[in-house]
């Protein structure tokens, strides 16, 4: 199973006009049988607080993100930029279902403390507020393009910084493999979003 784990998040990220999918090369796949169900991914016995602290803050910023690809998928004019919203959703899914099953393997809970102060040795908070989401719904359709992808942009860029701070400092293995693959995607996804604002 460790090495089926290894397989899956380590595996390289195609990022087309769909936005990104976690994709394992044809020798990967003919290594190891494809994941059917990310609940069958463990993350393992040993971790420390940043591990933590790095799986709770992600799950709050993507379950941001998810009601943003929500609304870009609803609302956007462009079919490239619904596209990315519609892959990103897929995407994000998943890893949500994935990371609070490692916490609650691990005991924790599943939310993050939202005291500021809790927060000061990583990173922050997530920076996108509700307001900021929710003005998504009401911005004219024809800024839609342009106010979603600005703030879905720096969002994601966010995630990078955050994913940086556990591979830094995390000590389970199996969560520095994700963090490394969401560092990755995001980054890609960021080129992506500039592009379709210059586009």
């Given at each position: ?12 990220l195609?990022l087309?006009a769909?936005g990104?999918?976690?994709s394992?090369?044809?020798?990967s796949s003919?290594a ?5 169900n990310?609940?069958?991914?463990t ?11 790095f799986l709770?803050?992600?799950v709050?910023?993507q ?6 690809a ?14 990315l ?7 994000e899914?998943?890893?949500l ?6 916490l609650t393997?691990?005991?924790k ?5 939202k005291r500021?102060?809790v927060?000061a040795?990583?990173?922050g908070l ?5 307001a900021?989401i929710?003005?998504l719904?009401?911005?004219?359709r ?7 992808l ?6 994601q860029h966010?995630?990078v910084e955050?994913?940086q701070?556990e591979l830094?400092?995390g000590?389970?293995?199996?969560t520095?493999q ?17 592009h379709?604002?210059?586009?």
């Open positions: 199973m460790k090495r089926l784990v290894a397989v899956l998040l380590t595996a390289p195609l087309g769909c990104t999918a976690a394992p090369t044809p020798s003919a190891a049988p494809a994941v059917k990310v609940a069958e991914i993350a393992g016995s040993t971790f420390n607080d940043r591990d933590v602290m709770q803050m992600l709050d910023h379950q941001q993100g998810l009601a943003m929500a609304i870009g998928a609803q609302r956007a004019n462009r079919a490239d930029v619904a596209d919203a519609k892959a990103v959703s897929l995407t899914t998943d890893e279902t994935m990371m609070k099953n490692w393997e691990w005991g809970p599943t939310s993050v403390d500021v102060s927060h040795d990583h990173g997530p920076s996108t507020t509700d900021e929710n003005s719904k009401t911005v004219k024809k800024d839609f393009e342009t106010a979603f600005n703030l879905f942009l720096a969002h966010n995630a955050m994913a701070l830094d400092k000590a389970n293995e199996q520095k994700f963090a490394e693959r969401v560092k990755q995607s995001r980054a890609d996804q960021v080129q992506q979003m500039l379709l604002l210059n586009g």
